[in-house]
């Protein structure tokens, strides 16, 4: 294939698409990484045909002295890995240069988390966060369904009404590489959705008079995508933070996700449970959740263990 950096992209996230099922966010990210580094290579008179290592260990150091965190460089590193081995087995190259370079490794840390004293002081605030009555009845849904389920934030905000309906015990999430997965309903969220379908389909009877159809959405947005956005979204939590009393720094979606699986582990559940609840092709990531045992061991051992205590 020739020079072309925009075919060379193209081709590549198509096939990796068929192949592997990937996420459209995942295709997104890669797409974006790959061109930054076609540009590189063509300010500095190369193309993906005739990069070489240097070329590629180059981009790397350039990339961490623009600060980028060793996550995104991991990432970016990926991709380019990835898409060579692809050239290589479509003939475009003989090589993959690549192949042997070693990425900083991504982040396994985990995100800061909430309490679950922090949790409640979230979720009673989004009760009464609104300018309205549809409005609170929305946000009380999104935080309870948000915390009850550990769902990602473009699940959250992407589910179906049909998802929902008849009061079900579970409902069928689509999560990455849209793989499906069956998460169970709390009572209280149960009981949130219920009231907030009631309004909504308030909303919805008013659309049909007015000649427009309703949406397919359990939270409908006025944008083109039809749902709430999940930029809106995380604007949105923020600001239920602030409004009781938790730091605003600390909260976004994901950090929600995060107090999901680190409340489960603590109470006692089963890290396969947790794994399957989060929709993780990988134990090794739900792992990091294991975090939250050590203070609980550590008590443990102090409190119960004969040589712990002090000695006359």
């Known amino acids: 294939m020739g020079p072309d950096p925009k075919r060379w992209i193209s081709t590549f996230l198509q096939a990796k698409s068929a192949e592997q099922d990937a996420a459209t966010n995942t295709q997104l990210a890669y797409g974006r990484d790959l061109i930054a580094f ?40 990926s991709a380019i890995r990835q898409l060579y081995r692809f050239a290589k087995e479509e003939g475009w190259r003989d090589d993959n240069p690549a192949i042997r370079i070693t990425g900083p490794g991504a982040s396994r840390h985990l995100p800061q988390t909430l309490s679950q004293t922090e949790v409640t002081q979230i979720l009673d605030a989004a009760r009464s966060f609104g300018k309205g009555e549809r409005d609170r009845f929305r946000n009380y849904a999104l935080v309870e369904l948000l915390y009850a389920t550990g769902m990602r934030v473009s699940e959250l905000v992407e589910l179906p009404i049909a998802a929902v309906r008849g009061d079900p015990r579970m409902i069928l999430v689509k999560g990455k590489g849209d793989k ?34 309703p949406s397919r959405f359990l939270f409908p947005g006025p944008g083109a995508a039809g749902h709430l956005t999940r930029q809106h979204f995380y604007l949105l939590i923020k600001s239920i933070a602030a409004a009781g009393g938790v730091d605003p720094e600390k909260v976004t979606p994901h950090t929600l996700r995060h107090a999901f699986a680190t409340h489960l582990l603590a109470g006692g559940a089963d890290l396969r449970v947790i794994q399957t609840l989060l929709g993780h092709a990988d134990l090794a990531t739900t792992e990091i959740y294991t975090h939250v ?16 205590k002090p000695r006359p």
């Not at 193309?47 to 002295?65: G, I, K, N, W």
């Not at 051992?301 to 004969?306: G, I, M, Q």
């Open 38 to 77: 076609a540009a590189y290579l063509d300010h500095h008179g190369a193309a993906f045909p005739t990069a070489t290592r240097d070329h590629v260990e180059s981009y790397l150091v350039r990339c961490e002295a623009e600060g980028l965190a060793p996550a995104t460089r991991a990432r970016r590193l």
């Open 180 to 213: 499906e997965r069956m998460v169970p309903l709390s009572p209280p969220a149960k009981a949130a959705i219920s009231t907030w379908i009631a309004h909504r389909d308030g909303d919805d009877d008013l659309a049909r008079k007015s000649g427009k159809p």
């Open 293 to 308: 045992l050590e203070d609980q061991l550590r008590d443990l051992v102090l409190t119960h263990h004969p040589l712990a």
